[in-house]
T-cell receptor, first 112, second 109 residues
Framework: EAQVTQNPRYLITVTGKKLTVTCSQNMNHEYMSWYRQDPGLGLRQIYYSMNVEVTDKGDVPEGYKVSRKEKRNFPLILESPSPNQTSLYFC???????????FGPGTRLTVL | ELKVEQNPLFLSMQEGKNYTIYCNYS?????LYWYRQDPGKSLESLFVLLSNGAVKQEGRLMASLDTKARLSTLHITAAVHDLSATYFC?????????FGAGTRLTVKP
């Protein structure tokens, strides 16, 4: 089954404690991206990647890091989370420039 | 900076009625996407519009793109309750995706 998986689905953590949210897709897509969704703001892109070892900043990259060492995986790293990073995070993938994105199930993060 | 504006943000419709959601954007792009999100769920791709004048239809939904006007529309025909959801447009700015704030659609009997 074609899918994008994210882990964990729910996470409560404290300010400053480094965390990683994993994202994996099984469709051999070149393009992967991370978004955060906040009420009234729609989705805002954090980082995106057009292929292995190629990453670019989106609209709101501050406080986040990503890596793309393998085509299927695109982890999101919060080195020192802060309460304003409390949000719903989605990972997505697609064929480069040619299709709507497949979204993962989301990760709800709370930073206390 | 690319801005994407959707309107209305909230839409309450009667079953059987027609309505249009608008998506305006501020810079040149010929790739636009529409997504649906049900409450508590992830996003699902509805339409991919890749050129000026593109029109796509699926069931009671029809999407169009006018790149010269920087406008896309999502038209709902004879709404049914199952269409209740939040609809997002997204503009592709050289792979930097910008989403509208979403239109929360409620279809009432």
């Amino acid at each position: 089954e074609a899918q994008v998986t994210q882990n964990p689905r729910y996470l409560i953590t404290v300010t400053g404690k480094k965390l990683t949210v994993t994202c994996s897709q099984n469709m051999n897509h070149e393009y992967m991206s991370w978004y955060r969704q906040d009420p009234g703001l729609g989705l805002r892109q954090i980082y995106y990647s057009m292929n292995v070892e190629v990453t670019d900043k989106g609209d709101v990259p501050e406080g986040y890091k990503v890596s793309r060492k393998e085509k299927r995986n695109f982890p999101l790293i919060l080195e020192s989370p802060s309460p304003n990073q409390t949000s719903l995070y989605f990972c997505a993938s697609s064929l480069l420039g040619r299709g709507g994105q497949f979204f993962g199930p989301g990760t709800r993060l709370t930073v206390l | 900076e690319l801005k994407v504006e959707q309107n209305p943000l909230f839409l309450s419709m009667q079953e059987g009625k027609n309505y249009t959601i608008y998506c305006n954007y501020s810079t040149t792009s010929d790739r636009l996407y529409w997504y649906r999100q049900d409450p508590g769920k992830s996003l699902e791709s509805l339409f991919v519009l890749l050129s000026n004048g593109a029109v796509k239809q699926e069931g009671r939904l029809m999407a169009s793109l006018d790149t010269k006007a920087r406008l896309s529309t999502l038209h709902i025909t004879a709404a049914v309750h199952d269409l209740s959801a939040t609809y997002f447009c997204a503009v592709d700015n050289n792979n930097d995706m910008r989403f509208g704030a979403g239109t929360r659609l409620t279809v009432k009997p």
